[in-house]
């Protein structure tokens, strides 16, 4: 639970910090970046609690990871690449505090 509340929270804290033009688009903006998650769908099952999303997911892969980070330096996709490079940095946080590893060794 403290997890998904730290989804809000850290992007919050991004906005008042760096971003406070415009502060309720660029928080949108960085929370609708959640929506990286719907990948979790295609799991089965949908939710394991035991299970590390950080290359595991598609769209929590190393390469799409690796895209992310791109999308943090042009200015039209700074917001985006940031919120996903935050999600995935707490998602591996999560990880570490729940399981011990930084990412799902499925290899």
Same mark, same amino acid.
């Given at each position: 639970?403290?997890? $998904?509340?730290?989804?809000?929270?850290?992007?919050?804290? +991004?906005?008042?910090? #760096?971003?406070?033009?415009? !502060?309720?688009?660029?928080?949108? =903006?960085? %929370?609708?970046?959640?929506?990286?998650?719907?990948?979790? @769908?295609?799991?089965? *099952?949908?939710?394991?609690?035991?299970?590390c999303? $950080?290359?595991?997911? *598609?769209?929590?892969?190393? !390469?799409? +990871?690796?895209?992310?980070? @791109?999308? &943090? #330096?042009?200015?039209?996709?700074? @917001?985006?690449? %940031?919120?996903?490079i =935050?999600?995935?940095?707490?998602?591996?946080?999560? &990880?570490?505090?729940t399981?011990? %590893? !930084?990412?799902?060794? +499925? #290899?």
């Amino acid at each position: 639970m403290f997890h $998904i509340l730290l989804h809000f929270l850290v992007p919050a804290v +991004i906005v008042a910090l #760096f971003f406070r033009d415009k !502060w309720r688009v660029n928080y949108l =903006i960085l %929370i609708s970046t959640m929506l990286v998650d719907l990948d979790h @769908l295609l799991a089965s *099952p949908m939710y394991d609690p035991e299970r590390c999303s $950080i290359a595991f997911h *598609p769209l929590h892969s190393f !390469w799409a +990871i690796g895209l992310y980070l @791109l999308l &943090c #330096f042009p200015k039209q996709t700074r @917001l985006v690449g %940031i919120g996903l490079i =935050i999600h995935m940095a707490l998602d591996s946080l999560d &990880c570490q505090v729940t399981n011990g %590893i !930084w990412y799902c060794s +499925i #290899f």
